[in-house]
Each structure stands twice: as structure tokens, then as C-alpha cells.
T-cell receptor, first 110, second 113 residues
Framework: QQPVQSPQAVILREGEDAVINCSSS?????VHWYRQKHGEAPVFLMI?????EQKGHEKISASFNEKKQQSSLYLTASQLSYSGTYFC???????????FGQGTELSVKP | DGGITQSPKYLFRKEGQNVTLSCEQN?????MYWYRQDPGQGLRLIYY???????QKGDIAEGYSVSREKKESFPLTVTSAQKNPTAFYLC????????????FGPGTRLTVT
């Protein structure tokens, strides 16, 4: 079951904040976040595990509500380099495959 | 430098022809994956492999085939049975399946006419 991301697209001015949400109808073991710039490969941002463990970049902030099967990615004081499409990937069981959401396109303007 | 390579970057084929996309990694990762990316649909898993000589179907395996004869190589064949093969194909690898970072290759854009 593909997770649902919201919003589908967001436009920011430099310095503004944004929140990207990822929601699943299934119980989750972990949520992964990736960013993809146009024409490039996706790049890993972080993993949030059931139980509260996080792996990833210290400057990226995210939350994982296990009971609601939801995760949110927080982008604060946005920079031009934050532009791209953000994907969440959900893992239902430990050692299982990732299922990616449809993506959220973020554009940061000067 | 360690990483994942995919070749070619752009590939053009006529309808009815099979085509094989290359994916090689020198990260010593056990797991490898193939994803298909279409506009507005995110990344959809075609096949994945956790170990040499073993692979599992993903969500959209119909019309595709793979092999994993070597740890570092995971080629994908797009067969003539795939109804809409034109897409951007991404290969990835990770130390294992599950809560590991996946490293993606640069992708191959396949156009079938």
C-alpha cells in the first residue's frame, strides 16, 4: 500500500519553513526520507524507526508517530539547495521492502 | 570511488525488442534494487535481490526479468511483454534489505517507440 504524501507541491521563499507529511494505512516499522533533484538520483536523508531510533543527517528534523502511521519532515530556514522532490518510503516489517510515496515537490525561491 | 553505475544514460528501442539495463556497484552491498519512476508516481519497485542467485518480485514485476549472478551486478531486462516500458529506471543498493540507507545510481532513461 503506497503511502500518501502531502502537500503534493510547495513553494517557499528562502528562510521560510515547510513540513512534508507521509501517511500510511498500515502499521509501520520504519519511515525513510529521500530528496531527488531534477534529473538526478535520490539522496538519502534519514530513517526513523519504530521505538524512536533515527539514522541520518543531523541537520534534518523529522518525526514518526507509530500509532498514527505518520511521519513528518521539517525543513526550517529553507535554502535554495533544499529545492527538489522529497519522497518518503515506508517499511511495514523489519527487513521488508520499501514502498515509496508519490513525492512532494519543493521549490525554494530567492 | 565507491558507488553505483548505470549504463547507458539514455536508451532508445523499437517496440517489440527486449533491452537490458546495466547496474554495477562496488560498495560490497548484499542488497540491490530496481525501481521505475514515472512523473507523479514516485518510485515503484520492480525487483530486488538480497543475495547472489536470489531475487524477489516487487510491485510491478510483470514484463521485466533480472539476474544476480555476481554480488556487484544486477542487470534488468525489459521484455516486449512490458506494455509501457518508456520510463526512468533507477538501480539502488544497500548493505541489507530493510532499515538501511539505499544508494542510488544515476538512472537510465528508456524510450520505446
Amino acid at each position: 500500500q503506497q503511502p500518501v504524501q502531502s502537500p503534493q507541491a510547495v513553494i517557499l521563499r528562502e528562510g521560510e519553513d515547510a513540513v512534508i507529511n507521509c501517511s500510511s494505512s498500515k502499521a509501520l516499522y520504519s519511515v525513510h526520507w529521500y530528496r531527488q533533484k531534477h534529473g538526478e538520483a535520490p539522496v538519502f536523508l534519514m530513517i526513523l524507526l519504530k521505538g524512536g531510533e533515527q539514522k541520518g543527517h543531523e541537520k534534518i528534523s523529522a518525526s514518526f508517530n507509530e500509532k498514527k502511521q505518520q511521519s513528518s519532515l521539517y525543513l526550517t530556514a529553507s535554502q535554495l539547495s533544499y529545492s527538489g522532490t522529497y519522497f518518503c518510503g515506508t517499511e511495514e516489517n523489519q527487513g521488508g521492502k520499501l514502498i515509496f510515496g508519490q513525492g512532494t515537490e519543493l521549490s525554494v525561491k530567492p | 570511488d565507491g558507488g553505483i553505475t548505470q549504463s547507458p544514460k539514455y536508451l532508445f528501442r523499437k517496440e517489440g525488442q527486449n533491452v537490458t539495463l546495466s547496474c554495477e556497484q562496488n560498495l560490497n552491498h548484499d542488497a540491490m534494487y530496481w525501481y521505475r519512476q514515472d512523473p507523479g508516481q514516485g518510485l515503484r519497485l520492480i525487483y530486488y535481490s538480497q543475495i547472489v542467485n536470489d531475487f524477489q518480485k516487487g510491485d510491478i514485476a510483470e514484463g521485466y526479468s533480472v539476474s544476480r549472478e555476481k554480488k556487484e551486478s544486477f542487470p534488468l531486462t525489459v521484455t516486449s511483454a512490458q506494455k509501457n516500458p518508456t520510463a526512468f529506471y533507477l538501480c539502488a543498493s544497500s548493505p541489507g534489505v530493510g532499515d538501511y540507507e539505499q544508494y542510488f545510481g544515476p538512472g537510465t532513461r528508456l524510450t520505446v517507440t
